[in-house]
């Protein structure tokens, strides 16, 4: 009943978090969701950081049929980055560096999202860190229970159909 109650919260604060737009639910997976938006179309797996940050972070994975874009990370992070600063992702025990402006941070190419998309799949936590406009460090953390199927729920949201 627990698990229940922090799924229909998590997916609560998700679609209160997620910018506003058409959009259709395709489940909630433990700490994950995944949404659909029709114009343009896009599916996404989402997850709101653990904790209480000072800004709402969140990691997405997205599809983008229309762009050719599948399995894209995108993180929205709880501070501001301070410039050229490196931004460290850290799934379980893979460690990738990551692109960053302002509090955006994505994967350098499609071969690192691939990489991460795999990294995902088969680990718990995941978390990001970098040195803030303000000083000093922080690190958004990820609980990844339900990653996966909430990456697989976005990828047929998006297939197309015959």
Known sequence: MTRL?????????LLIAA???????LGVYDGWAAFKDA?????YAIA????SPPSPAYATVSTWPDRKVRGALHLMLSREVADKAPVRLVIGANRFTLVAKGRNAWASDARD?????AALRSASR?????????????TD???????ATAMDAAT???AKRS
């Open 126 to 138: 995941m978390s990001v860190s970098a040195n803030s406009t303000k000083g000093g460090r922080f």
């Open 19 to 25: 910018p506003l737009a058409a959009r259709d639910s």
């Open 48 to 51: 709101k950081a653990q904790g």
């Open 141 to 147: 953390r990820y609980d990844l229970a339900g990653v």
């Open 5 to 13: 109650v922090a799924s229909v919260t998590v997916a609560a604060a």
């Open 156 to 158: 047929v949201g998006c």
């Open 113 to 117: 999202d691939a990489a991460i998309i």
């Open 39 to 43: 114009s343009p179309l896009r599916c």
